[in-house]
């Protein structure tokens, strides 16, 4: 299913990718506060991204171990999938197309 990659989604999966194995919500939407330098990132929009992310066949999520430190409860870890990838690489070159074509931004 083709779409259209917003930017927090685009944040979302590059976290993803910055994170690799350990990419799970809360370490997602913490890595999102840091880049964004503080500036606070509920998780419930991170996982909305992330699940609509999911739909789209961008990411893709799996079950780890479940862990007594989280009550028997598995942590769902995520990875951008190969079409993911695509589409993150295809809206950076889009965005830097549009970027260098305005004088004042270049």
Do not use: H
């Not at 992330?50 to 893709?60: D, N, Q």
């Amino acid at each position: 299913m083709r779409g259209r990659l917003g930017n927090f989604d685009v944040m979302v999966m590059l976290a993803v990718l910055r994170l690799g194995r350990e990419a799970y919500g809360v370490l997602i939407c913490r890595e999102l506060e840091r880049r964004l330098r503080g500036r606070r990132v509920a998780l419930g929009s991170v996982y909305a991204a992330l699940e609509r992310l999911e739909r789209r066949g961008w990411v893709a999520a799996s079950l780890g171990e479940a862990t007594p430190r989280r009550g028997g409860r598995a942590k769902t870890y995520y990875a951008v999938t190969a079409e993911g990838l695509r589409e993150v690489r295809e809206s950076r070159q889009t965005l830097l197309s549009f970027w260098k074509s305005i004088p004042q931004l270049r």
